[in-house]
């Protein structure tokens, strides 16, 4: 009988509960049939995305960008509505702050080339 493919993600309340819990990365590996390097992996990137959420940082998806763009990812959109506004208000934030840059250094290569 063929393996059924399944993705860890799909596990993602199961395996935090149980690391909640107590449970070893070993245990949670035996009990929902995944090895302990995958749930070690899994734990890690986990704590990483919810720093960087807690930080205000945004979380980009790898690969493509996406054409809509204006969808909050799915762990921001369980948080608070004032959490998810203070999400994009550093989001633009930074935003600004990197066009404020980008025209800084224009406007001094400019002065530099003698173009006003």
């Not at 395996?15 to 390097?37: A, M, P, V, W």
């Not at 290569?109 to 003698?114: A, K, N, S």
Request: avoid cysteine; hydrophobic fraction near 30%; charge should be positive.
């Amino acid at each position: 009988m063929p393996r059924r493919y399944r993705h860890i993600k799909d596990y993602e309340k199961e395996i935090l509960e149980l690391k909640d819990n107590g449970l070893t990365h070993q245990e949670i590996g035996k009990r929902l049939g995944f090895t302990k390097e995958q749930i070690k992996g899994f734990v890690k990137r986990n704590n990483k995305t919810q720093r960087k959420m807690a930080a205000g940082i945004e979380i980009k998806p790898k690969g493509r960008a996406q054409k809509n763009g204006a969808e909050l990812p799915p762990s921001v959109q369980q948080w608070s509505q004032l959490s998810q506004l203070k999400y994009e208000l550093a989001i633009k934030e930074r935003e600004i702050k990197r066009l404020e840059m980008e025209t800084e250094l224009m406007r001094d290569f400019l002065l530099l080339t003698g173009r006003k």
